[in-house]
C-alpha cells in the first residue's frame, strides 16, 4: 500500500481519525496554555482563567442539554429531519441570546464599562453555539467532525503564535482569539453541512418533551459542577 492510498483509508477511517483528533487537541491544548502562560504573564493569566471559569458554569447553565438528546431521536428515525429540527432549536437560541447580549452590552456600558465582563457575555454565547453544533455534527458525521476540531485546532494555535511573536500583553486580544475560534468552528460546522430551517408541525409538544427530559440531569449537573 503506497503512501497515497494509506493516507485515504486514514482519512477514510472515523476511528483511526477520532484517534489522531484526540492527540492533535491534546498537543494542541498543552501548547495554548504554554504560549498564553508566556504571553499573558502572571497576573493576567489568571484573569484569563477566572474568565474561563465562569464560562464553564454559563454555558452548562444556558445549553439547556436539549441538544444531547439528539442521539435518541434520531435513533428513533420517526423524523427524518430531526437533524435540521435541532440545529434550527440551537440557532434560534442562538440569535436570542446574541440579541440579549448586544443588548445587555449596551446597558452595562452606561452602568459600568468593564470590557472583561462584554467579552465573556459573547464567549457564552458564541461557545454555547459552537458546542451544540460540534455535538450534532459528531452524530450525524464523526469524520467531518474530527477533521473540523483538528483543523480549528490548528488555526488557533497558530493564531496564539503569532499573537505572542507580533504584540504586547493584551487580555482582550486572548478573549477575543477563543470568541473567533468558536465562531470559526460554528462556520465550518454549518457550511460544511446541509442542515435547513425545519420545524415539525408538532416542535412545541416535542420541545416540552425535551425539556421535561434533560431539566434534571442538566440541573444535577451545575450543582454538581457548582459545588467543585
Known sequence: MN??????????NS???A???????????????AILSRYLGPELKGQYSTCLTWLHILVLLFQFGIFKLYPNYKREGNDSRIGDFFVTICSLKFF?????????????????????VFFLIFMVIFNVYQSELIFIILIDDMRKQNLITMLVTFINVAALVCVYAATDRNLYLALGIYIAKDLLTIVCCLFSSNYRFYLPPNYRFLLYRMISIIIYPVLAALLLDLNY
Open 19 to 33: 484517534l489522531f483528533r484526540k492527540v492533535i487537541v491534546i498537543l494542541g491544548s498543552v501548547l495554548s496554555t
Open 96 to 116: 436570542l441570546f446574541l440579541l440579549i447580549g448586544i443588548i445587555l452590552t449596551f446597558y452595562l456600558n452606561l452602568v459600568a464599562n468593564n470590557k472583561v
Open 3 to 12: 503512501l497515497t492510498k494509506r493516507i485515504k483509508y486514514f482519512s477514510d
Open 15 to 17: 476511528y483511526a481519525l
